[in-house]
Nanobody, 125 residues
Framework: QVQLVESGGGLVQAGGSLRLSCAASGRTFSRDAMGWFRQAPGKEREFVAA????????DYADSVKGRFTISRDGAKRTVYLQMNSLKPEDTAVYYC??????????????????WGQGTQVTVSS
């Protein structure tokens, strides 16, 4: 059974920073990828960032490029999302997702096999 557990959400003022963590258990993701998605109130869930376990190639949504950084620690089987220069529009529930096997479509939710429970990020103006 695969589990993804997020942590690190909270309340921060605009311009501040937060780091989200996603700990994976139950399998090794050596050929796989991990992603972060978010869902704001009244909106659909959207892609934020993704990273491949092997090689560490990353991808970001335009809205967060230059402000957010995704990284991974293979030994800890943990993926991080460092969020800097946060804006009120970044307020959302952030979800970690795990993909088994190679895919080029890491921006698509349906490509992911496992999801975490979500962690709330609130940015005040």
């Amino acid at each position: 059974q695969v589990q993804l557990v997020e942590s690190g959400g909270g309340l921060v003022q605009a311009g501040g920073s937060l780091r989200l963590s996603c700990a994976a258990s139950g399998r090794t993701f050596s050929r796989d990828a991990m992603g972060w998605f978010r869902q704001a109130p009244g909106k659909e869930r959207e892609f934020v960032a993704a990273i491949r376990w092997s090689g560490g190639a990353t991808d970001y949504a335009d809205s967060v490029k230059g402000r957010f950084t995704i990284s991974r620690d293979g030994a800890k089987r943990t993926v991080y999302l460092q969020m800097n220069s946060l804006k009120p529009e970044d307020t959302a529930v952030y979800y970690c997702a795990g993909r088994i096997g190679y895919s080029v479509y890491l921006r698509i939710q349906g490509q992911y096999n496992y999801w975490g429970q979500g962690t709330q990020v609130t940015v005040s103006s």
